[in-house]
């Protein structure tokens, strides 16, 4: 291909350097639990002890009516509820904080 | 965020906590995984977790009782317009328009560059990437794919085949849109190959890490196209160095979506990432017997490869000029020679008997990527380490260390999972190793540490925190033949 001289006054197509976003199917939220009272609710723990143990502590100290459910790891990807635990988990709290 | 939009789809309530300045990445990922509406509440970065816990406890419970709202009941499709031309004007038109700002709110507040890595461009006109595209024989149109079976990442398969996703934004790239941004740092079309296969790579820029990003060349193609692997590889001056290392950073900002302040949250961030790093090595100056990268990984040696880098932790260079090292190996004169016991005796001495265990001493544990002159790498093999991988050795047995001096490294709550897991070195649980149990800061084995030898004669070695064996098991290793 030939290379042309750029000319000051000619307008030039330029090129997008933006990636594709693949078009991305988007989803309502789960319904909410009408009370956590006497349901199944999974602390889900990766990483930032300060922040988790004292969490974990409390949850159980001042809601003793919830099932508390832990996974626990250190690692930046969580442990993922089992397909047998998520029948029966009613909620979720991911505790990131990476 | 994967799995909280599995859960929320399968009908299970879920709030996440994560750190008060990540609202916005979270919020970009949440759209990008299809549950743009997560509910998310912020954890302090400085009050003690106990404190910090009693203010929000109750709102992050209320998250999973309080009702939907309209929005968060919504589904729907994102798919933003994504036009090929972007703009259509002059030349100095075009200069302006692709030297955009955004403000950056709080904790970046300042304009950061939408489109370049806050420096001038080449203006990509069609004419440009066009040129660019003759660099390869892939079609313009055909989406970056992986070219051969990567193991895992993240704990998930990576097969040939599979389309690269750039990260955060999880977007998907063109041969072309590579082209555009190769042509953006100002690269010729025979470096085209080698950003093809950094882009196979995902150009990853990590998240709230210190992550430095540099790529190296291995194979005949360095020399072809022009790269310095000699005096001042990492500084500026050769045009290929300089540019192929600077397309990294801008795919990661336009392929990637990679935003300072939003979704790279970097502290300080790496001076490494500014203009981008890429370099060769110098595999004429190895020593007899010990491999270049390409060999040393699986691939021939006339095979071109180029190793992508994320590497986590510091920068240390042993500076050993002017004279110190010049003394030291000709006739032991000197610092270094007083310290290692051999005053007035002539070298081969081995410099890293100079440096190890210190490497260690500040930074963070694990295997090094060690960058060293042939003069060094050649007093090595002279005092008897004729292949790499016996100085692998030599530097993993002066890493060892009892259990009880392990247990206060940086990042080894991390890598043992809490201590829960199991010693990959002994393959004994931890909780079950008695603390004068020994275990090498320099990797899990001594081939995770890494020999790049470059540069020119004397002066220093650089010692780079992480090395390709040692990055979860996922190979950094990418061919640029399979781009030609």
Redesign the interface.
């Known amino acids: 291909m030939a290379r042309s001289k750029p000319q000051a006054d000619r307008i030039y197509k330029c090129l997008n350097p933006v990636g594709t976003q693949v078009p991305v199917k988007t989803y309502p939220l789960a319904p909410r639990l009408d009370t956590i009272d006497g349901k199944e609710i999974w602390l889900s723990i990766t990483g930032e002890p300060d922040i988790t143990i004292a969490l974990e502590r409390q949850l159980k100290r001042d809601y003793p009516n919830v099932n508390w459910r832990m996974k626990k790891t250190y690692m930046p990807v969580q442990v993922p509820l089992s397909e047998e635990e998520m029948k029966t988990a009613d909620a979720v709290i991911q505790g990131v904080c990476w | 965020m994967p799995?909280?939009?599995e859960?929320?789809?399968?009908?299970?309530?879920?709030?996440?906590?994560?750190?008060t300045d990540q609202h916005e990445m979270v919020k970009q990922e949440a759209?990008?995984?299809?549950?743009?509406?997560?509910?998310f509440l912020p954890?302090s970065r400085t009050l003690?977790?106990?404190e910090?816990?009693?203010t929000w406890?109750k709102p992050?419970?209320e998250?999973?009782?309080?009702?939907?709202t309209g929005k968060?009941?919504?589904?729907?499709?994102?798919?933003?317009p994504?036009?090929?031309?972007?703009?259509?004007?002059?030349?100095?038109d075009?200069v302006e328009?692709?030297s955009q700002t955004r403000h950056v709110p709080d904790p970046l507040d300042a304009p950061i560059s939408i489109?370049t890595d806050g420096l001038p461009i080449v203006?990509?006109?069609?004419?440009r990437?066009?040129?660019m595209c003759?660099g390869t024989s892939h079609r313009p149109d055909e989406v970056i794919t992986y070219q051969s079976d990567r193991g895992q990442r993240?704990?998930e398969d990576v097969k040939k085949g599979d389309v690269v996703?750039?990260q955060p934004?999880?977007?998907?790239?063109?041969v072309?849109?590579v082209a555009?941004?190769a042509v953006?740092a100002g690269c010729k079309p025979e470096y085209f190959p080698i950003v093809l296969a950094i882009a196979e790579s995902g150009v990853q820029t990590g998240?709230?890490v210190y992550n430095n990003q540099w790529c190296v060349v291995s194979g005949p193609i360095a020399k072809e196209i022009g790269m310095n692997a000699g005096l001042g590889m990492f500084g500026p001056g050769n045009p290929a160095n300089s540019t192929i290392g600077r397309a990294y950073q801008?795919m990661a900002t336009?392929?990637?979506?990679a935003i300072p302040g939003i979704n790279r949250m970097s502290s300080l961030g790496s001076p490494m990432n500014r203009g981008g790093m890429c370099f060769a090595e110098d595999v004429d100056s190895l020593p007899p017997g010990w491999l270049g990268l390409n060999e040393e990984h699986g691939f021939r040696k006339d095979q071109n490869v180029v190793m992508v880098m994320g590497t986590e932790g510091g920068l240390d260079a042993a500076q050993f000029s002017p004279g110190g090292y010049r003394a030291f190996q000709k006739s032991g004169h000197g610092g270094i020679a007083r310290r290692l016991g051999v005053k007035g005796q002539p070298g081969p001495h081995n410099f890293l008997e100079f440096i190890l265990p210190g490497i260690w001493a500040g930074g963070r544990e694990g295997a090094r990527t060690f960058i060293m002159v042939h003069e060094m790498a050649h007093h090595l093999y002279e005092m008897g380490y004729k292949t790499k991988h016996d100085v692998y050795e030599y530097i993993w047995k002066k890493g060892l260390e009892p259990l009880s001096a392990y247990r206060n490294r940086s990042w080894v709550?991390?890598m043992?999972?809490?201590w829960?897991g199991v010693d990959r070195q002994s393959g004994i649980p931890w909780k079950e190793l008695p603390e004068d149990h020994l275990i090498s800061v320099a990797g899990d084995k001594p081939d995770d540490n890494c020999i790049i030898v470059c540069g020119s004669d004397e002066e220093v070695c650089m010692q780079i925190t992480g090395a390709p064996r040692a990055m979860f098991g996922f190979s950094p290793f990418y061919s640029i033949d399979a781009w030609k």
């Open positions: 799995y909280i939009a859960l929320e789809k399968a009908g299970i309530p879920t709030v996440l906590i994560d750190l759209l990008a995984n299809g549950m743009p509406n997560v509910r954890a003690p977790g106990p910090d816990v009693q406890i992050m419970l998250e999973l009782t309080r009702p939907l968060e009941k919504e589904s729907g499709l994102y798919s933003p994504q036009p090929r031309v972007l703009f259509e004007g002059t030349l100095d075009a328009f692709y489109y203006i990509p006109t069609e004419e990437v066009a040129r003759k993240m704990f996703r750039f934004m999880k977007r998907a790239a063109t072309e849109q555009v941004n953006m998240t709230t801008l336009n392929l990637g979506g709550d991390l043992t999972n809490g829960m």
